[in-house]
């Protein structure tokens, strides 16, 4: 997926490739790319311009220039040539190669996970010219450009099961610690910036430590603590400039990578698991950020909704297709409101009810259904 949503490929079950392109309008075009050989690691660049994807039948790295307003938005295929980086698959049968562009996707990293005899392979896709590492990195896990095109990425897992994370430089090989001892760590889509979990100690109270790193220098962005000892998922957004912690309760928390400020409080999506992060993305803004997700068949955003705000009186009426609601506020529902469910949740229209005797709390709004009148009780 791109930085803003807008370019999408996927696969389904038996590995057919479809590209799902979002207009500024909200329209969503589906181009089936018809091609002949299954694909796997479906791949898009952060400004949406490329993408690439994994052979089937024979693990070969294929990319393409997408031009999403053209008749037919997906350029002519291009084989990136040479020795074969292989892939052991895992225990479900799933390849295990990685691939990534780079932040300008001027370039391509190929890799093979936990595999200590194949290099990480540097492709120019324009010249089709390759450039392996000079030392092999063992146990890969995952592997991300950093914020320039000559900064990689790489995490493993160390012997006590935990996230290990290096820059590694391109041109030398040469590799420096950025995360020790992590859990859940993840990077920005543009490389920036790296999220990492130390496990809290229930012993001593102390909750779990989520840090944020620059990966161009490898200072601490931010130290935060959560309300629970055990590392949770993480979700940055592709710019580096907040990430979202998911939570089991009826909250979550958005939280800027740095500074000092609260984290803001939004309303825990209904229908996404707390489980697997690779799966989602942190697009939208400031304000109105959207999670999208992959489901079992399909992808789908959700906006975050805050969680500031009044406790409401009563049981709230939705209104429309759920972009507004009609709510009662106050101790004794003393006020009307016509409210956003989404972004800055402002006040549309808002009336003073003046009775002696507040309403019953289980009463129900009646709306007609043009949705233009309501009807209250009113006791004198």
């Given at each position: 997926?791109?930085?803003?949503g807008?370019?999408t490929?996927?696969?389904?079950?038996?590995?057919?490739?479809?590209?799902?392109?979002?207009?500024?309008?909200g329209?969503?075009r589906?181009?089936?790319?018809?091609?002949?050989p299954?694909?796997?690691k479906?791949?898009?660049?952060?400004d949406?311009?490329?993408?690439?994807?994994?052979?089937?039948?024979?693990r070969?790295?294929?990319?393409?220039?997408?031009?999403?307003?053209a008749?037919?938005?997906?350029?002519?295929?291009?084989?990136l040539?040479?020795?074969?980086?292989?892939?052991k698959?895992?225990?479900?049968?799933?390849?295990?190669?990685?691939?990534?562009?780079?932040?300008?996707?001027?370039?391509?990293?190929?890799?093979a996970?936990?595999?200590?005899?194949?290099p990480?392979?540097v492709w120019?896709?324009?010249t089709?010219?390759?450039?392996?590492?000079p030392?092999?990195?063992?146990?890969?896990?995952?592997?991300?450009?950093g914020?320039?095109?000559t900064?990689?990425?790489?995490?493993g897992?160390?012997?006590s099961?935990?996230?290990?994370?290096?820059?590694v430089?391109?041109?030398?090989?040469?590799?420096?610690?950025?995360?020790?001892?992590?859990?859940?760590?993840?990077?920005?889509?543009?490389?920036?910036v790296?999220?990492?979990?130390h496990?809290?100690?229930?012993?001593?109270?102390?909750?779990?430590?989520?840090?944020?790193?620059?990966?161009?220098d490898?200072?601490?962005?931010?130290?935060?603590r959560?309300?629970t000892?055990?590392?949770g998922?993480a979700?940055?957004?592709?710019?580096?400039?907040?990430f979202?912690?998911?939570?089991?309760?009826?909250t979550?928390?958005v939280?800027?990578?740095d500074?000092?400020?609260?984290?803001?409080?939004?309303?825990?999506?209904?229908r996404?698991s707390?489980?697997i992060?690779p799966?989602?993305?942190?697009?939208?803004?400031?304000?109105?950020?959207v999670?999208?997700?992959?489901?079992?068949s399909?992808?789908?955003?959700?906006?975050l909704?805050?969680a500031?705000?009044?406790?409401a009186?009563?049981?709230p009426?939705?209104?429309?297709?759920?972009r507004?609601?009609l709510v009662?506020?106050?101790?004794?529902?003393?006020?009307l409101?016509?409210?956003?469910t989404?972004?800055?949740?402002?006040d549309?229209?808002?009336?003073?009810?003046?009775?002696?005797?507040p309403p019953?709390k289980?009463?129900?709004?009646?709306?007609n259904?043009?949705?233009?009148?309501?009807?209250?009780?009113?006791?004198?």
């Amino acid at each position: 997926m791109s930085a803003n949503g807008a370019v999408t490929l996927a696969t389904s079950d038996t590995r057919r490739a479809t590209l799902f392109l979002r207009t500024k309008q909200g329209k969503v075009r589906q181009v089936n790319l018809c091609l002949r050989p299954n694909v796997l690691k479906p791949t898009v660049s952060l400004d949406g311009q490329r993408i690439a994807y994994v052979r089937d039948e024979d693990r070969a790295v294929v990319w393409h220039d997408v031009t999403p307003t053209a008749p037919y938005p997906v350029g002519p295929a291009h084989l990136l040539k040479g020795p074969p980086v292989k892939a052991k698959p895992d225990d479900g049968g799933n390849l295990r190669k990685l691939i990534d562009f780079s932040r300008t996707s001027r370039y391509l990293v190929e890799a093979a996970a936990d595999s200590a005899t194949f290099p990480v392979r540097v492709w120019d896709p324009k010249t089709g010219r390759r450039h392996d590492l000079p030392k092999n990195i063992p146990g890969i896990k995952s592997i991300w450009f950093g914020p320039d095109d000559t900064t990689l990425v790489a995490m493993g897992a160390t012997a006590s099961q935990t996230d290990a994370m290096d820059t590694v430089d391109i041109r030398t090989g040469t590799r420096r610690r950025l995360v020790r001892d992590g859990r859940e760590s993840g990077v920005s889509g543009d490389g920036s910036v790296a999220v990492t979990c130390h496990q809290g100690d229930g012993e001593s109270s102390a909750n779990a430590l989520y840090q944020t790193v620059r990966v161009a220098d490898r200072r601490v962005l931010r130290s935060y603590r959560a309300d629970t000892t055990s590392c949770g998922p993480a979700v940055l957004d592709a710019m580096g400039d907040r990430f979202v912690l998911p939570d089991y309760g009826d909250t979550w928390e958005v939280v800027s990578v740095d500074g000092d400020d609260r984290p803001r409080e939004v309303i825990a999506p209904s229908r996404v698991s707390t489980d697997i992060t690779p799966e989602r993305f942190l697009l939208g803004s400031e304000k109105e950020p959207v999670l999208a997700f992959k489901g079992d068949s399909s992808i789908s955003g959700q906006t975050l909704v805050s969680a500031d705000g009044d406790t409401a009186y009563g049981v709230p009426r939705l209104l429309g297709d759920g972009r507004t609601v009609l709510v009662r506020l106050g101790e004794k529902g003393d006020s009307l409101r016509v409210m956003e469910t989404e972004g800055d949740n402002r006040d549309l229209a808002t009336v003073s009810v003046k009775a002696k005797t507040p309403p019953a709390k289980e009463q129900v709004i009646a709306i007609n259904k043009a949705e233009t009148l309501m009807a209250d009780v009113i006791h004198p």
